[in-house]
């Protein structure tokens, strides 16, 4: 039973090794290059030949004429994706709250005595969310729209441009993706 | 199932009369079994046993092991109960195997220095103690004598008390030749005439011996289940111990430092010591059981396997029916009245013996047939297998014969060339429906009618059959009887089936298909022509009157020789994998109860969070860890009389069954330890600082 | 819980579990070799596999010893392989980031991590695997530990089935794993991965985009053949993600579509299993008494996790955030989640994922909150909330041995399980198999405590450190690979243990499960009667559980009061 036991185990290993660790990987490239360009190689967004970011990878926006997406554990740092993993009661993830809260504040006095939308002091589970929430986009909005001299008007259908709603209407969460947000409020600046 | 809790009752008061001495020998005996030679064969008490050294060690220098909390006093109190555990756990033993030495003894005083008289190879007599005799020897007993040895009857007929064996004190005729009834047991008494008998076994090899060597029951073997369940908790003890073990690391980590004391105290809890303590006394208890209801098991897996029968094989004659059929009634063929016919048959019965023929003559009596003076000088012919027939040749010359109605019809066609009358097996077939054979009577070439020789069932027949139904054993009735009169008495009787016209043969060959599909089988025999039989079912039960080869056949003997008997080995087979499985659910389930009792209380002082599992607000963490530890050793005594009585067995089917059982032991199981903690615990705190 | 979360959960359940019968019953033709409608296509295909194997290997009748020494020798080589291509990856072709070999530690608990369907991974994907790595040395062992899974529960299930000739042919390793590659993993692989990628999910051979900021700077970004590993990650409960993220990262899933179609591609084997199981011993009711037991434990964990994380922790309350849902966010603990998916998709994703022992995860389980991290655990622990593809069920079916000893005693019986008499052989193997996972578990995580080796790793201390650590070796022994992440176990030490601690897991766990089979297998079988134990009904279901509840909890109860239960009692110290 051994001899071709061992030579059929070495046989298997080699078959599968090429069928599910090449043939199988190349074909589905193969396949999907051709189906789904965009969507194969990133979603990449372009302004003329210059890539200037994937509409899925978040990336760090700062200062008052953006909009902000969520605190990063990698700082929006593409090759290195990670979260916190800070644990409930850790005393760094308290400081790291309180700290980014107390800049708000002192950026906003008027949210002081206000609750703050869950995602907008939490860090993400990628580092690279690019996404949200539709209350975080909204309370920034008066802000981005006094930082550029934009009427709010504009700048909230500019938010409701970005927004994606549940699918189907029942899974996962309404969102705004902060990346086409901006790329949109870049280009409604040019006059 | 009275009568049979009385029986047992009855002869359980027999050796109650030691009742008082037998706990006091258990006690010492308990103290005698800390010898780490017998615990070691208890995995999970073996472990207690090496708990109780530590801390005893360490109740001299409690920081044998680094510093930690407790102390002295803490350990010493731990060691105390531990031994208390142990002690309690070798006192279920004790009682247990007690209780069966007590029987033993009790049939030793039966066993008494006799002198035989051997019988030489001149025919003389020589007078020879009873541990003089061998095999073969031939001995002679008369009235008046003890029964030396076992043996097999040669000549005589004599009647024979044994009650020193059953407990029956209703003499029993015995006599050479026939199939049951032809063997006597050493130790027994003879009453009247006299009798010579060849002896069947050596010294110490006697029936006599080998009941006390398996009630004794001291180097008995462990049965396959139990030796299985054993595995499950010596593994659930090893996961507890690793648990245990690598708490002390996974606390460090924490900075709670655990004592030594108070992890061999949660690792004693944690193990099933409960079933741990009583899993041998419940087997020996069971065996035990057995004896008492006068069923002698050759080993502790026969009652098991009795408990797992599936399909139950029992003769009708004698078992289902009574010994002998009575005559019910007289059928004449045309032409002939009711009383011609009683005439007739009492006429051929006349100098018939047997029970059968008896019958005949009083029933023929009751009909109004009387005796005649000529009878004197009739002679009466016996019952041969050849002719299949029994009768009286009267003075003037007539015939009388009665038998099997296809052996009196070719007799007349035979001998009086007279045609057999067609009414006649019309005549046959109404009593063979009616579940009675039909003998045929004639008077030289003339039939004259029928008689109906009915089977009575034995009373309870149907009963115990519905019994063994809900308990999911299908009955088979074995009958030499013809299939219509059979297929009556199993309607009457309410058995699942039946083979007619059986011969020895046909049972193994019934047994034998029955195992291949899968089914446990059982029966019960007498005759050597059962032996193979008996060995080939599952469950032998052998009589004790049958011959020598059936009861060595057998895995199991019936000293009252009752077939019946068996329907109460099958439940009390149940009662002990019963009892064996709710204690074990009762010992599992009992550790939910003392985590919360005993984690709260080793991790409360450092994680003051954790109160909040102190649900049954215990004093403090010592008397909680004491508590549950007292608990723990306390519930052994405590269901020592369940584990030898046995759980109460009902016959219902098996998910009424499990639901009643895990109500009462797993729910109970996990609710009792919260009350008996927290009354220990309440107890505990008047005088514990 | 919210509204909208109770739908999406029950809806995702709903779905699942109907997928499962009609898979489950495709499953049980498979592999008991009647027709399916695939077979005009790939009868000459399995026909080619299997000369090319060898028409000698895969026509020879295994028992149950074949079959565990098959899956051995095997998965060995293919651990090998593995491993040599990890630790010379750096002269191998498709590694556009020029990233060299790894370490032998750390290609020694690659190999093993994978080709024991854990996953666990030390190793941040993006920045140390080359693209050909990706494909040949991650996506290749997927599908045979995958596999290797379900040929080995089938095998199982053969010789439960009482076969005539008492398990001395349960079938031939490789036909049955050449069947399950061609049959299941592939096809259903070919068809999903273009939805992800539909999705946004990459399938390129270029490694790096190089994006030019609007605010200046520039941001590299990995890119991959991703979504064909994904599906067969989530199909084969296997769950090493291409990028460290995981299923987190908006590469691997993008959107609540591809969340919910990576969700059902967890569960679908391991539910359809059970049907199977019904199936192949003709005890549909015991089928479903399984789902029901398994069933009460999934949605349970579910229930509590969605609500813990949803309620949040006084830490989060206090630094002002809107913990109830509403307004336009979703509330909860958002620490380490994203917010596509919210608190509900989530938990949702990590409780199946654990229980299903996939460890995959989308979210951070270090920050969850210590209930909702408990559940994760206590999932890994008893193992058998369905579990992992194939072996889930093994362990359910260990656990229902020992619920059928104990109650078949309480009916009078000698137990018997299927027809088939358990006695002392059955019983020390059954007992065997639950000795190992609490062994593998708490004799390293006390090592790995109490001594420098192990605490240096630590991201978190006190209770939420112990967790960590605790949590490894459990995702370890249960094959599982999620983690606490915060754990830098990236060390020799951490490597070679947890390596260690995955192939027994694994391994000895099977072997035993195939020895028990073939054991009952050559059993004769004995029929039953009013006086058997029914093993399908509701309350011997409630027995099962009873059971499971009661013996993983008393094994791990300890450790779990020092982990999580006391992070629970400190952030409520009143009660």
Same mark, same amino acid.
């Given at each position: 039973m051994w001899r071709p036991i061992a030579g059929g185990a070495l046989r298997m290993t080699l078959l599968v090794w090429v069928i599910c660790g090449l043939a199988y990987p190349l074909l589905e490239v193969g396949v999907n290059q051709a189906l789904f360009p965009q969507a194969a190689n990133g979603s990449l967004v372009r302004i003329g030949h210059r890539v200037i970011g994937s509409r899925l990878i978040g990336e760090r926006f700062t200062g008052p004429a953006w909009f902000h997406g969520r605190p990063s554990a990698c700082g929006y740092h593409a090759m290195q994706s990670e979260a916190s993993n800070l644990g409930p009661l850790s005393r760094r993830l308290r400081d790291h709250l309180w700290a980014r809260r107390a800049r708000l504040v002192r950026e906003h006095p008027e949210l002081a005595t206000e609750r703050l939308p869950a995602d907008m002091i939490t860090s993400s589970g990628s580092g690279l969310d690019p996404d949200i929430s539709v209350a975080n986009a909204e309370m920034q909005a008066p802000w981005v729209a006094r930082a550029r001299g934009l009427p709010l008007a504009r700048v909230q259908a500019l938010v409701a441009g970005a927004t994606k709603g549940r699918w189907l209407g029942l899974f996962g969460e309404p969102r705004v993706n902060v990346e086409v947000l901006n790329w949109a409020l870049a280009r409604s600046v040019a006059p | 199932m009275n009568e049979i809790t009385h029986r047992s009752e009855r002869k359980a008061q027999a050796y109650q009369a030691q009742a008082g001495g037998l706990v006091k020998r258990a006690l010492w005996e308990s103290l005698r079994k800390f010898d780490p030679r017998v615990q070691i064969r208890n995995p999970v008490m073996f472990i207690v046993w090496l708990g109780m050294w530590l801390t005893f060690l360490l109740a001299f220098d409690p920081d044998l092991f680094g510093r930690a909390a407790g102390g002295a006093m803490y350990n010493a109190t731990v060691a105390a109960i531990l031994f208390f555990t142990v002690w309690f756990a070798n006192f279920a033993e004790a009682l247990a195997e007690g209780r069966g030495r007590a029987q033993a003894d009790a049939l030793r005083h039966t066993k008494t220095d006799v002198l035989a008289r051997r019988i030489k190879a001149d025919g003389t007599l020589e007078s020879v103690p009873a541990e003089g005799l061998r095999k073969g020897d031939r001995v002679r007993v008369d009235r008046g004598d003890i029964i030396p040895t076992d043996g097999e009857i040669l000549e005589g007929i004599a009647s024979v008390d044994e009650s020193a064996i059953t407990g029956e004190s209703a003499p029993v005729l015995k006599e050479p030749g026939t199939d049951m009834f032809s063997t006597v047991t050493g130790g027994t008494k003879i009453l009247s005439d006299w009798l010579v008998f060849k002896v069947s076994a050596d010294p110490g090899q006697t029936f006599l011996d080998r009941m006390i060597h398996l009630v004794e029951g001291a180097r008995r073997q462990k049965t396959p289940n139990e030796i299985a369940l054993t595995v499950l908790l010596a593994v659930l003890s090893l996961i507890f111990l690793i648990v245990v073990a690598t708490l002390k690391p996974l606390a460090a980590f924490l900075h709670i430092d655990l004592g030594v004391a108070t992890l061999v105290a949660l690792l004693v809890a944690l193990m099933p010591t409960t079933i741990g303590a009583l899993l041998s006394a419940i087997g020996i208890a069971g065996i035990d059981r057995a004896t008492r209801f006068n069923v002698l098991a050759m080993s502790g897996r026969a009652v098991e396997a009795a408990g797992d029968v599936q399909t139950l094989m029992l003769d009708? *004659?004698? *078992?289902?029916?009574?010994g002998n059929r009575q005559a019910t009634e007289f059928i004449g063929l045309p032409g002939f009245e009711e009383l011609a016919v009683a005439q007739a048959a009492m006429a051929a019965s006349w100098f018939d013996t047997t029970p059968e023929g008896r019958s005949i003559v009083s029933l023929a009596m009751t009909r109004g047939a009387r005796r005649e003076p000529s009878w004197d000088q009739a002679q009466g012919l016996e019952f041969s297998a050849e002719t299949r027939m029994s009768g009286t040749n009267l003075a003037d010359g007539t015939r009388a014969r009665k038998g099997a109605v296809a052996a009196v019809a070719r007799f007349i066609q035979e001998n009086f060339k007279a045609p057999v009358p067609a009414e006649l097996k019309e005549a046959a077939e109404t009593v063979a429906r009616k579940g009675a054979t039909p003998l045929a009577v004639t008077l030289d070439g003339t039939i004259v009618g029928v008689i109906a020789l009915s089977d009575v069932l034995k009373p309870g027949m149907r009963e115990r059959f519905d019994y063994m139904r809900t308990l999911g054993i299908r009955t088979i009735m074995v009958t030499g009887d013809n299939p219509i009169t059979a297929r009556v008495i199993a309607g009457q009787a309410g058995v699942d089936d039946f083979i007619a016209e059986a011969k020895p043969e046909d049972k193994i060959r019934v047994i034998r298909s029955e195992q291949a599909k899968g089914r446990l089988v059982a029966m019960t025999g007498d005759g050597t022509n059962d032996a193979p039989a008996l060995a080939q079912a599952d469950v032998g039960l052998a009589m004790h009157s049958g011959t020598v080869p059936a009861k060595e056949a057998a895995n199991m003997i019936d000293l009252d020789s009752d077939p019946t008997k068996l329907i109460d080995v099958v439940a009390i087979g149940k009662q002990l994998l019963i009892t064996r499985g709710a204690l074990t659910t009762f010992s599992i389930a009992n550790d939910v109860a003392k985590y919360f009792a005993m984690l709260p209380a080793m991790f409360m002082r450092s994680l003051p969070g954790l109160g909040a599992l102190n649900i049954m607000h215990l004093a403090t963490p010592q008397t909680a860890v004491l508590s549950a530890l007292i608990f723990n050793a306390l519930i052994i005594p405590i269901l020592i009389p369940l584990a030898l009585r046995g759980v109460r067995f009902r016959p219902t089917g098996a998910d009424a069954l499990l639901a009643r059982n895990v109500l009462i032991y797993g729910v109970g199981g996990l609710i009792v330890p919260f009350v008996g903690i927290k009354v220990i615990d309440m107890a505990l705190s008047l005088f514990w600082h | 819980m919210t509204a909208s979360g109770f739908w999406q959960i029950a809806l995702v359940l709903g779905i699942a579990f109907g997928l499962s019968i009609p898979f489950g019953a495709y499953l049980a033709r498979v592999f008991r070799g009647e027709r399916t409608w695939l077979d005009p296509i790939l009868n000459p295909v399995d026909a080619f596999l299997c000369r090319i194997v060898g028409r000698r290997t895969t026509a020879l009748p295994m028992d149950w010893k074949g079959y565990a020494v098959s899956m051995l020798v095997t998965n060995a080589m293919m651990g090998l392989l593995v491993y040599l291509i990890l630790s010379i990856q750096g002269v191998l072709p498709w590694n556009p980031l020029r990233f060299s070999g790894l370490n032998p530690f750390l290609a020694f608990n690659t190999a093993a991590s994978f080709i024991t369907n854990t996953d666990w991974q030390n190793y941040a994907g993006e920045s140390a695997l080359s693209l050909f790595s990706q494909m040949a040395a991650i996506t290749f062992p997927m599908f045979a530990a995958a596999a290797t899974g379900l040929v080995a529960a089938i095998a199982f299930f053969r010789a439960l089935a009482a076969p005539a000739d008492g398990g001395r042919n349960l079938g031939n390793f490789y036909h049955d794993f050449i069947r399950a590659l061609t049959r299941v993993l592939l096809p259903l692989c070919l068809v999903v991965t273009p939805v992800l990628v539909w999705q946004g999910s990459p399938e390129t051979l270029t490694g790096v985009a190089v994006a030019h900021l609007m605010q200046g700077g520039v941001q590299h970004i990995p890119l991959g053949p991703v979504a064909d590993l994904e599906v067969i990650k989530q199909l084969g409960t296997n769950g090493g993600g291409f990028f460290a993220a995981n299923s987190a990262h908006p590469f691997e899933n993008p959107t609540p579509l591809t969340n919910v179609v990576e969700i059902l591609l967890m569960m679908v084997t391991s539910l359809s299993l059970v049907v199977t199981f019904g199936i192949f011993v003709g005890q549909r009711r015991l089928a479903w008494v399984m789902y029901a037991v398994m069933g009460v434990l999934l949605v349970g964990g579910i229930a509590v996790t969605v609500c813990a994380e949803q309620a949040g922790t006084p830490a989060l309350a206090a630094s002002g955030i809107m913990l109830q849902a509403g307004h336009g966010q979703m509330g909860g603990n958002m620490v380490g989640k994203e917010t596509r998916f919210g608190v509900t998709g989530s938990a949702l994703f990590d409780t199946v994922s654990t229980a299903f022992t996939t460890g995959s995860v989308n979210s951070a389980l270090d920050s969850y909150t210590p209930l909702g991290g408990m559940v994760s655990l206590g999932q890994m622990m008893l193992n058998c909330v369905f579990g992992g593809k194939g072996v889930g069920t093994l362990n359910f079916l260990m656990y229902g041995i020992f619920a059928v000893f104990i109650a078949g005693l309480m009916v009078g019986r000698t137990p018997e399980f299927l027809g088939k008499k358990l006695e002392r052989r059955e019983i020390v193997l059954a007992a065997l198999a639950l000795l190992i996972h609490p062994l593998i578990i708490l004799l390293p995580a006390a090592w790995a405590l109490a001594s420098p080796y192990g605490v240096s790793a630590l991201g978190n201390a006190a209770s939420h450190g112990l967790s960590e650590i605790l949590y490894a070796f459990t995702s370890a022994a249960a094959n599982n690979g999620s983690a606490f992440a915060g754990l830098q176990a990236n060390t020799p030490w951490y490597n070679s243990v947890l390596g260690l601690v995955m192939l027994i897991g694994r391994y000895v766990s099977i072997i035993l499960m195939l020895a028990l089979g073939g054991s009952l297998a050559a059993k004769p079988s004995v029929s039953a009667t009013a006086g058997t134990l029914r093993t399908d009904t509701a309350l011997f279901g409630g027995f099962w559980l009873a059971t499971i509840i009661v013996v993983g909890a008393l094994t791990f109860l300890p450790a779990l009061v020092l982990g999580p239960l006391a992070e629970i009692f400190m952030m409520h110290p009143h009660g």
């Open positions: - | 009708k *004659t004698g *078992t289902i029916t009574m | -």
